[in-house]
């Protein structure tokens, strides 16, 4: 069963149709939507301040999803739309990530920045904090930088097959 902890009054809350590996770990102030997926070793730690996750998004095996505290200078939220993949051992602190986006294996999405609807962002890709990318784009790199445009068949070929593969695996484990 997947570690589900209540810290500093706030205890996740998990949408309908969601499947939750039992070595995924969700702590605090972390809300997900319907029939999402959160993968073996993922950890979302909504300990410092506040996590969203729209639905139909996937959170695959290793992912790290974190925050920078409410009570800091410059704090951050990690706020995750609807049908959004994110990869193996991906890290997402504190970013905002639109519907409809993949984020790839390895790669690290920081502080403040804005994944806007669309994007693509290769495995082992660094967005730095603060950083604003552009929609529908494919953005690879270190730091991240857009490589080019996504195409409608890529939108539908990579980003939203994967977002339906993900609740098509997920049904295998209810």
């Given at each position: 069963?997947?570690i589900?902890?209540?810290?500093?009054?706030?205890?996740?809350?998990?949408g309908e149709g969601?499947?939750?590996a039992e070595?995924?770990?969700?702590l605090g102030?972390?809300?997900?939507?319907?029939?999402?997926?959160?993968?073996?070793g993922a950890?979302l730690?909504?300990d410092v301040n506040?996590?969203?996750i729209?639905?139909?998004?996937?959170?695959?095996?290793g992912?790290?999803?974190?925050?920078?505290?409410?009570?800091?200078?410059?704090?951050?939220?990690?706020?995750i739309?609807?049908d959004?993949?994110v990869?193996?051992?991906a890290t997402?602190?504190?970013?905002?990530i639109?519907d409809n986006?993949?984020?790839?294996?390895?790669s690290?999405?920081l502080?403040?920045a804005h994944?806007?609807?669309?994007?693509?962002?290769?495995?082992?890709?660094?967005v730095?904090?603060?950083?604003?990318?552009?929609p529908?784009s494919v953005?690879?790199g270190?730091?991240?930088k857009k490589v080019k445009?996504?195409?409608?068949?890529?939108?539908?070929?990579i980003?939203?097959?994967t977002a339906?593969?993900?609740?098509?695996?997920a049904s295998?484990?209810k």
């Amino acid at each position: 069963m997947a570690i589900v902890r209540k810290i500093r009054g706030h205890e996740p809350q998990v949408g309908e149709g969601t499947f939750l590996a039992e070595t995924a770990v969700l702590l605090g102030d972390v809300t997900i939507g319907k029939d999402c997926s959160i993968w073996y070793g993922a950890v979302l730690r909504g300990d410092v301040n506040k996590i969203t996750i729209g639905d139909r998004t996937n959170i695959q095996d290793g992912a790290v999803i974190h925050t920078l505290y409410d009570g800091s200078k410059n704090p951050s939220q990690t706020h995750i739309g609807s049908d959004v993949s994110v990869g193996h051992n991906a890290t997402i602190h504190g970013a905002i990530i639109e519907d409809n986006c993949l984020i790839g294996m390895g790669s690290t999405v920081l502080d403040n920045a804005h994944v806007p609807s669309g994007c693509i962002i290769a495995a082992n890709a660094l967005v730095l904090s603060n950083q604003k990318l552009e929609p529908n784009s494919v953005y690879a790199g270190v730091p991240a930088k857009k490589v080019k445009e996504v195409t409608p068949e890529q939108r539908e070929e990579i980003i939203r097959r994967t977002a339906r593969d993900y609740m098509h695996y997920a049904s295998w484990y209810k």
